[in-house]
């Protein structure tokens, strides 16, 4: 047999479907030839077989259990293949029919990149997913509670997402805990529970854009703060605090979005207790994802650990699943003190009666299965090192956290004129514009759901195309 045999043997039937042909293939690949996870090393031997005929345009992918079967995978796997290839643009999925071939004319290259959105790159989050709703459909009585009218959160669920906290060692209790569909609401439900129209909020000078649309909608001003290399500039904030008297400041102090800043300890003392001081309250947001060894205690469990007296502690907790899992996950979630609990919950019931308890539900099994992270984690880390040595090669001054990197350009070269090139070529960045910030940078959002070997080309497209536009004499598209 030939080498490509051994990698691939197919018998090919024919079954007549609504008057059509189509071509059903019985596919067995040998993985050994290739090399990364499983899942990738299936969808490369797909790849491979499309490429050389052997899946020809029409023919239907053998059904993901009976293959899971033949190549001793899970059937998670077998999905996570299935939807690479179909991302690659390899495939198609017919509601139940099955997967099948595209035309030969398709290309590997998806219609555009990423590197603007940040989520994580796509692991085991199907199989999870899966795994989560087939437990979830072998209990008819658990479902039927969850399908009915719950103004307050399962206290189920609260002791769930309690004791996961407490593993992430952020101590409180379940009754401190409020859900919200994803932490935009949460957002919104914080400023409108605790501030009213002309009052002032203080955030970051370069900061996450929605909370500039939350408080535009709200009659809610805004004044900005500097940051520095260590977080806001100490001096400002207070002269800020003393001059407009706000209700609120905004802040992202584990991984500041967009520049990647971490706030030292000594900065987020100093900022508690100026809100214990002046009676400010700290919106804290956690939501930008960090890696283990990224990750430092957030403000919460400070301003818990220094407090005797509930009425001292200022300090409200926002994050979600949106970043550490995926983004359609729109699971979102606060902890408040609990003076503050009764107007945030009132103000978050304003906005929908209730938040889905089986939204929450779901977000409980994928908290509570240890393989939720997967290989992202490794995953993430080997990407952020390939960034800093790309960073290193054009000798740009870069920050990387999680899964951004903020990277200043050197002029002549202008930050839009690379977000314009890279959009030309099917990469999409942001432009530090789009953050108020008018130095030159651009952020890259690493995660996206590509494979690793895409990742590694759409990077070298990345660092080439800011090569070149860097050696004209002009910067311009």
Request: aromatic content about 8%.
């Given at each position: 047999m030939t080498q490509l045999a051994l990698l691939v043997h197919s018998n090919r039937y024919k079954k007549h479907i609504n008057g059509f042909i189509v071509m059903g293939t019985i596919w067995v690949p040998t993985l050994d030839?290739?090399?990364?996870?499983?899942?990738?090393?299936?969808?490369?031997?797909?790849?491979?077989?499309?490429?050389?005929?052997?899946?020809?345009?029409?023919?239907?992918?053998p059904p993901q259990r009976q293959l899971a079967d033949k190549v001793a995978v899970t059937v998670g796997t077998v999905t996570r293949a299935y939807a690479l290839l179909e991302q690659r643009g390899y495939v198609y999925a017919k509601v139940g029919a099955g997967t099948f071939v595209k035309g030969s004319h398709y290309q590997s290259k998806p219609e555009s990149a990423n590197f603007a959105t940040c989520e994580q790159p796509l692991t085991n989050q199907i199989s999870i997913v899966s795994d989560a709703l087939s437990e979830l459909a072998k209990e008819p009585h658990t479902i039927g509670q969850l399908m009915q009218y719950h103004a307050d959160p399962l206290p189920e669920h609260q002791l769930k997402f309690s004791q996961w906290l407490h593993g992430r060692?952020?101590?409180?209790?379940?009754?401190?805990?409020?859900?919200?569909?994803?932490a935009q609401q949460g957002i919104f439900a914080v400023l409108n529970g605790l501030m009213n129209a002309g009052e002032y909020l203080l955030c970051e000078e370069n900061c996450?854009?929605?909370?500039?649309?939350?408080?535009?909608?709200?009659?809610?001003?805004?004044e900005k703060v500097t940051l520095s290399e260590e977080g806001l500039n100490l001096d400002e904030l207070e002269r800020q605090i003393v001059r407009y008297k706000p209700k609120a400041i905004y802040l992202t102090p584990n991984n500041q979005n967009p520049t990647c800043i971490q706030y030292n300890l000594q900065q987020r003392q100093t900022i508690i207790a100026f809100a214990r001081q002046y009676d400010v309250v700290i919106i804290e947001d956690d939501v930008n994802y960090c890696l283990p060894e990224e990750w430092h205690t957030p403000m919460w469990c400070l301003d818990q650990a220094t407090s005797d007296d509930e009425q001292q502690q200022k300090v409200v907790y926002l994050s979600s699943l949106s970043k550490l899992f995926c983004g359609g996950l729109?699971?979102?979630?606060?902890?408040?003190?609990?003076?503050?609990?009764a107007k945030i919950k009132q103000a978050l019931y304003s906005q929908c009666w209730m938040v889905s308890p089986l939204n929450t539900e779901l977000a409980c099994r994928i908290i509570s299965n240890k393989a939720y992270m997967g290989e992202r984690e490794q995953q993430i880390a080997q990407r952020q090192q390939q960034c800093i040595a790309m960073g290193e090669r054009l000798k740009l001054t870069h920050t990387w956290r999680g899964l951004n990197g903020w990277l200043k350009l050197a002029l002549p070269l202008k930050s839009h004129h690379v977000v314009a090139a890279l959009a030309a070529e099917g990469i999409l960045i942001r432009d530090g514009d789009d953050f108020d910030n008018l130095h030159n940078h651009i952020r890259l959002s690493i995660g996206g759901t590509c494979d690793e070997i895409e990742f590694k080309k759409q990077l070298e497209l990345i660092e080439s195309t800011i090569l070149k536009l860097s050696q004209s004499s002009y910067s311009f598209v």
């Open positions: 030839n290739f090399k990364g996870p499983l899942y990738v090393r299936l969808a490369e031997a797909a790849e491979l077989a499309i490429k050389n005929g052997q899946l020809p345009p029409e023919s239907k992918l060692q952020i101590p409180q209790t379940a009754a401190q805990i409020v859900f919200s569909h994803g996450y854009p929605g909370i500039k649309v939350a408080a535009q909608q709200l009659g809610i001003n805004i729109r699971q979102g979630f606060l902890l408040c003190p609990l003076p503050l609990l």
